[in-house]
């Protein structure tokens, strides 16, 4: 055991020398389409009917990655956030709206872990998008009572503790 420690401790040490102690935060955009033409969407646009845009933000570092993906549905102003606000997205805490969601022996609830994310809203539309393959969805909420999805979806919400507001969110309307 103490071994394996301290070639952990080596590893860490040559590391550091390539890699930065902060994370390094990218971000892609993904859209889906729902009907209609593919167009590209322009930064600082309202988006479009029959669109959403998904863009996928990982922050990298030494001893994590994480993967989460900002949402914005038609109507919405897509501005992609900035690094600092991507930090911020992904650490920000959030309360889980199930605890467990999908249809019948359809387990998803790990597959929407990385669209968690403080100021998204789930809908249908997105849920039939990311999974085709099951048409009725339900989740069980806190007091395990087993419900159907809301058709206007649900949106992530912030710890009560958290400090995070809407703008910093990048939700826009």
């Not at 549905?73 to 889980?96: E, F, K, M, R």
């Amino acid at each position: 055991m103490m071994c394996c420690r301290r070639i952990q401790k080596i590893k860490r040490h040559a590391l550091s020398f390539v890699y930065s102690e902060e994370p390094i935060v990218q971000h892609q955009q993904h859209i889906l389409y729902t009907g209609g033409f593919e167009v590209p969407i322009p930064w600082q646009t309202i988006v479009p009917n029959h669109v959403i845009i998904a863009e996928l933000i990982e922050s990298i570092s030494l001893d994590n990655v994480v993967r989460k993906y900002k949402v914005w549905h038609a109507g919405d102003l897509y501005i992609p956030p900035s690094d600092v606000q991507c930090n911020t997205l992904i650490n920000t805490p959030y309360v889980t709206p199930w605890i467990w969601i999908g249809e019948d022996d359809n387990d998803m609830t790990n597959k929407l872990t990385p669209f968690l994310l403080a100021g998204n809203r789930i809908t249908c539309e997105l849920l039939e998008k990311l999974f085709p393959e099951i048409y009725i969805w339900t989740y069980m909420d806190s007091t395990l009572n087993i419900i159907d999805f809301p058709e206007e979806g649900i949106t992530i919400e912030c710890c009560p503790n958290s400090k995070l507001s809407d703008e910093n969110a990048g939700v826009q309307k």
